[in-house]
């Protein structure tokens, strides 16, 4: 069982800047990977960013250039950097982990945390 745990999230004016963290209770250096999903109202959520165990990192289109997502395996803390936000950022983020046990995925998911960005 894993558990993740979000911070950082908050209101913002466009053009602002705000950074998410997600602690894991277990050591994130055995997780296959790691992820930053979002969910806006009235839509399914969605892929982020995220960032497999060897490092490889993979960005939507809609943030690349603006976040950025790293990895501390010391701290079990997987960090979402995002600069130029805009209204359209704003939604429910939620820290993903992935892992491969036998032949078998699972998906452990944080509560989510609320980013709002104000025109």
């Known amino acids: 069982q894993v558990q993740l745990v979000e911070s950082g999230g908050g209101l913002v004016q466009a053009g602002g800047s705000l950074s998410l963290s997600c602690a894991a209770s277990?050591?994130?250096?055995?997780?296959?990977?790691m992820g930053w999903y979002r969910q806006a109202p009235g839509k399914q959520r969605e892929l982020v960013a995220d960032i497999s165990s060897d490092g490889t990192r993979n960005y939507a289109d809609a943030v690349k250039g603006r976040f950025t997502i790293s990895r501390d395996n010391a701290k079990n803390t997987v960090y979402l950097q995002m600069i130029s936000l805009k209204p359209e950022d704003t939604a429910v983020y939620y820290c993903n982990a992935h892992l491969r046990s036998g032949l078998y995925y699972y998906d452990y998911w944080g509560q989510g945390t609320q980013v709002t960005v104000s025109s």
């Open positions: 277990v050591s994130i250096s055995s997780i296959d990977a």
